[in-house]
């Protein structure tokens, strides 16, 4: 019975730990741009195609 005391508390602990990195996490501007990541990801693949592309061309003048 003692062991459920204690697991109680590691929880309890745990779960204030974890609140306490979420306000920490708000405090810091962590969550304040949701828009942007949402939209880069539809930009990334063509900057990295564009490298590629580049890199190949150079490949095949020489």
Do not use: C
């Amino acid at each position: 019975m003692s062991v459920i005391f204690i697991l109680i508390g590691a929880s309890l602990l745990l779960a204030i730990g974890f609140l306490i990195a979420f306000f920490w996490a708000v405090r810091n501007g962590q969550y304040d741009d949701t828009y942007t990541p949402s939209v880069r990801i539809l930009f990334d693949n063509e900057q990295e195609s564009s490298k590629h592309r580049k890199k190949q061309s150079r490949s095949m003048e020489s």
